[in-house]
């Protein structure tokens, strides 16, 4: 198994802010070719396992150049804006109604504006006047700086449906249950209705109950640890260390 940092991220230049899914692609694609290149590969699958915003930029990889198999891991099947909607509102939801339109209002009005182009030093000028209402910090949280704002715009329209119909390898989905962070039922349908049919091979999709976005359940067993992987994530058929 070959893993590789971001970049920005221990001794990888450049900086994963301003990366496109495009750019994550690529960067993948770039460890497939090493690993084909190895000696101690040579005859063996060699595929990709992406984790969240992984799993749209491994099967993005897969579809300009094919790979054996690609493995996501609470990959959405929708949107990056679709995605980020869905979190801050069930995020918000004990929010009285009107509080929570104002929050989501303002939420669709940010992504409109970047998906758009405009100066994002702007929006987040814009976004300060919320600072002493009730949603500010879920609404703001991982949207508080330029350079974070200028990231969000560049992969806010990434549509993994088109992707989805032009991978040509062996799809593996993994999804939790009760993951927060990600529309689950949606991801799991764009998945199924969209994934091509292949000859000789079946793609694999499978939901864990009670698992979270890392596929971890809680360990009710006392003295236990706070949470373990879902049963069964490991040996499912096809995955890496399964049979």
């Known amino acids: 198994m070959l893993t590789y940092d971001k970049p920005g991220c221990g001794g990888s230049p450049g900086h994963w802010t301003q990366q496109t899914m495009a750019d994550r692609a690529l960067e993948a694609l770039a460890a497939v070719e090493v690993l084909r290149a190895d000696p101690r590969c040579q005859g ?31 990959g959405p099947g929708v949107s990056p804006a679709a995605q980020e909607r869905d979190r801050i509102s069930r995020e918000l939801a004990g929010l009285p109604s009107q509080e929570h339109a104002d929050a989501m209002a303002w939420v669709d009005e940010r992504c409109a504006r970047l998906v758009a182009g405009e100066p994002v030093e702007g929006v987040l000028a ?36 088109p992707v989805l119909r032009s991978v040509t390898s062996p799809v593996l989905a993994l999804f939790g249950g009760s993951d927060p962070l990600i529309p689950v039922t949606e991801s799991v349908a764009a998945y199924a209705e969209n994934l091509a049919a292949l000859d000789g091979v079946s793609h694999g999709l499978a939901v864990f109950p009670r698992a979270n976005h890392g596929l971890f359940v809680p360990d009710a067993a006392p003295g236990g640890n706070a949470g373990q992987l879902a049963a069964g994530v490991l040996n499912r058929p096809g995955f890496v260390g399964g049979s």
């Open 44 to 74: 063996q699958p060699v595929g990709l396992l992406g984790v969240s915003q992984g799993g749209w930029a491994s099967l993005l990889a897969s579809a300009i150049c094919g790979t054996d198999f690609v493995v996501s891991v609470s």
């Open 126 to 161: 814009d976004q300060q006047r919320f600072a002493g209402r009730s949603w500010y910090s879920a609404v703001s949280v991982a949207y508080d700086t330029q350079e974070a704002l200028a990231f969000v715009a560049g992969m806010l329209e990434f549509d993994p449906v």
